[in-house]
């Protein structure tokens, strides 16, 4: 079964700093990763997704993110964060054209940014 | 594209009665995927459904149940209501297999009072 664990449930950084946000899943197969963002009492926007390829993937709103299959990772970055980038985000993993197939999300990271 | 629409926005209810959700996926999506963000409690897969069938469940009472339609469309039903099944409820959309992503849509906001 896949899992997903994010590191760190608050991150706060200042704006136009980095922004890191850590990502570590299980799974037994190659599989679907994701980032997406949820701002208050909204739903979730796909920010970017991993499935095959090149395993530096480039997102909306300047996120990135890079697949390493031997840390099994898959961390959000941002080189210089914007006040309109504090919320929550959200991980998650899927194995593909599975039966049991859904996508498993991390238990999410509130990013708040520093004037 | 319009994207995926749940209705409705907000939902107040009194414990023990049923409520009912609904979802319309994107055109050409067949999969429809139902999650609950409960305070405090993250995304909680609840259903999947594919062509129509229950493909998967996550770990819920029978009393949270749903269909697909055949043009894809998806209902969550919730009876005997307890003030825990206050949530965001979030229904999301993909191709069979979820090669192209899931696709949220803005939720249902359910209040058990």
């Known amino acids: 079964a896949q899992s997903v664990t994010q590191l760190g449930s608050h991150v706060s950084v200042s704006e136009g700093a980095l922004v890191l946000l850590r990502c570590n899943y299980s799974?037994?197969?190659?599989?679907?990763l994701f980032w997406y963002v949820q701002y208050p009492n909204q739903g979730l926007q796909l920010l970017l997704k991993?499935?095959?390829?090149?395993?530096l993937v480039k997102g909306i709103n300047g996120f990135e993110a890079e697949f390493k299959k031997s840390e099994t990772s898959f961390h959000l970055t941002k080189p210089s964060a914007h006040m309109s980038d504090a919320a929550e985000y959200f991980c998650?993993?899927?194995?593909?054209?599975?039966?049991?197939?859904?996508?498993?999300f991390g238990s999410g990271t509130r990013l708040s940014i520093r004037p | 594209e319009a994207g995926v629409t749940q209705s409705p926005t907000h939902l107040i209810k009194t414990r023990g009665q049923q409520a009912t959700l609904r979802c319309s996926p994107i055109?050409?999506?067949?999969?429809v995927y139902w999650y609950q963000q409960a305070l405090g409690l993250g995304l909680q897969f609840l259903l999947w459904?594919?062509?129509?069938?229950?493909?998967n469940r996550g770990n819920f009472p029978p009393r949270f149940s749903g269909r697909q339609f055949p043009n894809y469309s998806s209902e969550l039903n919730v009876n005997a209501l307890e003030l825990e099944d206050s949530a965001l409820y979030l229904c999301?959309?993909?191709?069979?297999?979820?090669?192209?992503?899931?696709?949220f849509g803005s939720g249902t906001r359910l209040t058990v009072v």
């Open positions: 999301a959309s993909s191709r069979t297999g979820g090669r192209d992503g899931y696709t």
């Open positions: 799974s037994s197969v190659p599989p679907y």
């Open positions: 991993y499935t095959t390829g090149a395993t």
């Open positions: 998650a993993v899927s194995v593909p054209y599975s039966s049991a197939s859904k996508i498993i």
């Open positions: 055109s050409g999506h067949t999969s």
């Open positions: 459904y594919d062509e129509g069938e229950e493909r």
